[in-house]
């Protein structure tokens, strides 16, 4: 079950690229944006995090951090970030218990075959870790875009 808007985001301490810890309570006064996606390196997580590096001038200047979050290893968020030249923060939740804690380790369907993954999801969480706004079955074109005008009203 995922969380709704008005919700308390759950606080996460996970390892992160560049060597580094990420939680949520870190970025308290904050708003933070809080993106889940299948998989480093594939089409539709690269377009993603490709465009939210893009505008992430703008969502600083929003006050904003992006944070996206898979169950990639440390190891593989490096290597993303560095070919793909990422501005975004990438959390790596190899065993999943935040993916849980947010509902989207969900049950998928592919050509007939039915499988276990994460949902393409965003949160929009203010600065006291309260949950905004909640994208869910994220469609890639203009998601960004989208979720920055969110964070600017905010």
Not at 65 to 93: C, P, Y
Request: charged share 30%.
């Amino acid at each position: 079950m995922s969380l709704d808007i008005g919700a308390k985001a759950p606080d996460f301490d996970l390892p992160a690229a560049g060597d580094k810890n990420l939680r949520l309570s870190d970025f308290k006064g904050q708003k933070v944006v809080l993106y889940f996606y299948p998989k480093d390196s594939t089409p539709g997580c690269t377009t993603e995090a490709k465009d939210f590096s893009a505008l992430i001038g703008e969502f600083k200047a929003a006050g904003a951090v992006v944070i996206g979050m898979s169950k990639d290893s440390v190891t593989r968020h490096n290597n993303f970030i560095a070919k793909q030249d990422l501005k975004v923060e990438l959390a790596a939740d190899v065993d999943g218990e935040v993916i849980e804690k947010y509902g989207v380790w969900v049950e998928k369907k592919l050509y007939g075959r039915v499988y276990m993954g994460i949902e393409r999801a965003t949160f929009l969480i203010d600065g006291d870790g309260v949950i905004r706004q909640v994208w869910h079955k994220v469609k890639v074109k203009g998601h960004a875009e989208a979720v920055l005008e969110a964070a600017k009203a905010l």
